[in-house]
């Protein structure tokens, strides 16, 4: 089955810098890819996804790129802020079966 | 997007008890999820709720432990049943508004206890 490894684990970055989170996935059949952001003590959120018929999805200062060939897509944050604090959660499947969740990247914003 | 929600929001349980996690959404949907997220870790998925059939558990779950119900689409409910220290996690109710498992929204969550 599906297998899906993100890195890193956890991330500081200085408020107003990028913050990159990568994920590979092991199913080249898959071709759903979301994001999802837990705050602390909160359910999760989608902030973001993305299909495999394309190659990056921008939405303000979040963006997703994937990479078929290689099986990774990223998370891409820009102008990072203390609220962007939070874990977030790569997800791949195949359309209509399970999502498939990464372990997490705990994102810290330092003011 | 939909809303969900969860009750109870936490619960402190005696071993060999069980416990039944209720999920309303505020619209139909086609297929629910149940997921469990242990402390500091990721979201597992323990079935796929559908109306008018059965759950599908993944691997590792089955029915016995985990029972669930799907009367309706707007309503389900698990059943986590005679639990032990092990079961303590959060167990959280998905669906999606598009029919499959795309753009999911999350409940908020029952974050249980087993003493």
């Known amino acids: 089955g599906e297998n899906v490894e993100q890195h890193p684990s956890t991330l500081s970055v200085q408020e107003g810098d990028s913050a990159v989170i990568k994920c590979t996935y092991s199913?080249?059949?898959?071709?759903?890819f979301p994001w999802y952001k837990q705050e602390l003590g909160k359910r999760p959120q989608l902030i973001i996804d993305i299909r495999s018929n394309v190659g990056e999805k921008k939405d303000q200062r979040i963006a997703v790129t994937l990479n078929k060939t290689a099986k990774h897509f990223s998370l891409h944050i820009t102008e990072t802020q203390p609220e962007d604090s939070a874990v977030y959660f790569c997800a791949a499947s195949i359309y209509g079966n399970k999502l498939v969740f990464g372990a997490g990247t705990i994102l810290r914003v330092k003011s | 997007s939909a809303v969900i929600s969860q009750k109870p929001s936490r619960d402190i349980c005696q071993r060999g008890t069980s416990l039944t996690i209720q999920c309303q959404v505020d619209?139909?949907?086609?297929?629910m999820f149940w997921y469990r997220q242990q402390p500091g870790q990721s979201l597992t998925l323990i079935a796929t709720a559908n109306q008018g059939s059965e759950a599908t558990y993944e691997s590792g779950f089955v029915i016995d432990k985990f029972p669930i119900s799907r009367p309706n689409l707007t309503f389900s409910t698990l059943t986590v049943s005679n639990m032990s220290p092990e079961d303590s996690s959060i167990y959280l109710c998905?669906?999606?508004?598009?029919?499959?498992?795309?753009?999911?929204?999350f409940g908020s969550g029952t974050q249980l206890s087993v003493l």
């Open positions: 998905s669906a999606s508004d598009r029919g499959t498992n795309e753009k999911l929204f």
């Open positions: 619209s139909q949907v086609t297929m």
């Open positions: 199913d080249s059949a898959s071709n759903y």
